[in-house]
């Protein structure tokens, strides 16, 4: 049996978009990628991100912020950054991991404007399927 792949989803604050893509990759692919997340800083989980999740099936509640740093010493095969900042300033990994931008929207800053507490949760809810469907993708979407 073939050894899964060590991916990181990295963000600026881990608290929504590489939170989402954990979940995934842990919910869908599981048996073939070993997934952590991280932040460049943590500013905690976002609720709505939980919810988002949750009405999907896939429960990331017990999950929390952990910063980039963390995993100095992890060799991870990828490293996938879901926001343009997160890959701007993306610090240097040990070993040969491949450092790929799959780059989402940020679903607090689509939301900040609107008043309507379902129609902010849309804004989770449409990027949290984008990022399943980029998930369901893996492993072979890390090769391009």
Not at 29 to 52: C, Q, W
Not at 80 to 89: I, W
Not at 92 to 106: C, L, T
Request: with cysteine; net charge negative.
């Amino acid at each position: 049996m073939k050894d899964k792949i060590k991916v990181l989803f990295l963000c600026t604050g881990n608290s929504c978009r590489s939170q989402m893509a954990e979940g995934w990759a842990r919910h869908l692919k599981g048996e073939v990628i070993d997934v952590f997340s991280a932040g460049i800083e943590t500013h905690g989980l976002n609720p709505n991100a939980v919810k988002a999740m949750a009405e999907a099936g896939v429960d990331i509640s017990g999950h929390y912020s952990q910063n980039v740093d963390e995993f100095a010493d992890v060799k991870f095969d990828y490293v996938v950054t879901v926001c343009g900042h997160a890959n701007e300033t993306c610090p240097f990994f040990a070993g040969d991991a491949k450092v790929v931008f799959a780059g989402f929207d940020d679903p607090p800053k689509m939301a900040q404007e609107l008043d309507d507490e379902d129609q902010k949760l849309d804004c989770y809810r449409e990027v949290r399927d984008q990022i399943r469907d980029y998930v369901m993708g893996l492993p072979e979407a890390l090769s391009i």
